[in-house]
């Protein structure tokens, strides 16, 4: 069956660093693009960045422009986001998404907190 796991959430103080990553089994993943939305407290779900099937053209939203980094590796199945200087406006439960022809699948999430 169709499985996006999120890890490398946590607890940060601002100015901090993370790195998430998502594992993908169960499709076809390089014919998938994928992304890393974001849902904080009290407010709606919101795409954070997106890479195509083969990398390359990359998107992000502006309030993380010059400080997240989403990276795909068709080889191993897996869609990273690399966060460096985090605010607490970052924290959110930060969830995969695969989308392709043939779907849209999510994963579970993962909790980002930034706090001092």
């Known amino acids: 069956q169709v499985q996006l796991v999120e890890s490398g959430g946590g607890l940060v103080q601002p100015g901090g660093s993370l790195r998430l990553s998502c594992a993908a089994s169960g499709f076809t993943f390089r014919s998938y693009g994928m992304s890393w939305y974001r849902r904080a407290p009290g407010k709606e779900r919101e795409l954070v960045a997106n890479?195509?099937?083969?990398?390359?053209?990359?998107k992000y939203a502006d309030s993380v422009k010059g400080r997240f980094t989403i990276s795909r590796d068709n080889a191993k199945n897996t869609v990273d986001l690399e966060m460096i200087s985090l605010k607490p406006e970052d924290t959110a439960v930060y969830y995969c998404?695969?989308?392709?022809?043939?779907?849209?699948?999510w994963g579970q999430g993962t909790q980002v907190t930034v706090s001092s």
């Open positions: 998404n695969a989308r392709g022809l043939l779907g849209t699948y």
């Open positions: 890479i195509p099937t083969a990398g390359g053209s990359t």
